[in-house]
């Protein structure tokens, strides 16, 4: 079954602690990224990757860190340092014959307590 | 940095009417983007731009590249109760070192009474 799972679907941490959000991929694709979206605003970029072993800065990459081990695979924690964790994460993927397209995965809820 | 001005916000409609959406920039993007979320989801790519004033269609679902590169609209033809959700508009852009991005709309949220 092809696709970009997340895990898990909602996830709930206490003040102070990091947190780890898994995001997955079967398509091959070689462009990975996160997003965060808040209530009425659109998808923010918080960091992005083009190739393994290599990944840039978005706009809000403040309290957010990622690796890029493996193609398949791109975790993104949550540390401590983020003011306002709560939110709703995005992970997507884009193609280089996807021609600009990103595809999402299914999001994973983050509610910091 | 650069933003994407997405309107209407929100939309109360009836079943069977027609909807229309825009985004607009300051900046040029080459590639337009429309994507449609469900609560608790992620976005599903609806339909894709890649020229101006190109117009394309997917259904009942009508989006039409501008022709400056710095605005697009989408139109949706006789709504159904199933088109509500969230309507994001995306423009790619592409910088000199660090590849690709997509900026986002604010995104505009449907509702349809039957």
């Known amino acids: 079954d092809g696709g970009i799972t997340q895990s898990p679907k909602y996830l709930f941490r206490k003040e102070g602690q990091n947190v780890t959000l898994s995001c997955e991929q079967n398509l091959n694709h070689d462009a990975m990224y996160w997003y965060r979206q808040d209530p009425g605003q659109g998808l923010r970029l918080i960091y992005y990757s083009q190739i393994v072993n290599d990944f840039q800065k978005g706009d809000i990459a403040e309290g957010y860190s990622v690796s890029r081990e493996k193609k398949e695979s791109f975790p993104l924690t949550v540390t401590s340092a983020q003011k306002n964790p709560t939110a709703f994460y995005l992970c997507?993927?884009?193609?280089?014959?996807?021609?600009?397209?990103?595809?999402f995965g299914p999001g994973t809820r983050l509610t910091v307590l | 940095g650069q933003q994407l001005n997405q309107s209407p916000q929100s939309m109360f409609i009836q079943e069977g009417e027609d909807v229309s959406m825009n985004c607009t920039s300051s900046s040029i993007f080459n590639t337009w983007l429309w994507y449609k979320q469900d609560p608790g989801e992620g976005p599903v790519l609806l339909i894709a731009l890649y020229k101006a004033g190109e117009l394309t269609s997917n259904g009942r679902l009508t989006a039409q590249f501008g022709i400056t590169r710095k605005d697009s609209f989408l139109n949706i033809s006789a709504s159904i109760p199933s088109d509500v959700g969230i309507y994001f508009c995306a423009g790619y852009t592409q910088t000199y070192n660090q590849g690709g991005k997509l900026i986002f709309g604010q995104g505009t949220e449907l509702s349809v009474k039957p």
């Open positions: 997507a993927t884009q193609g280089v014959l996807s021609y600009n397209e990103q595809f």
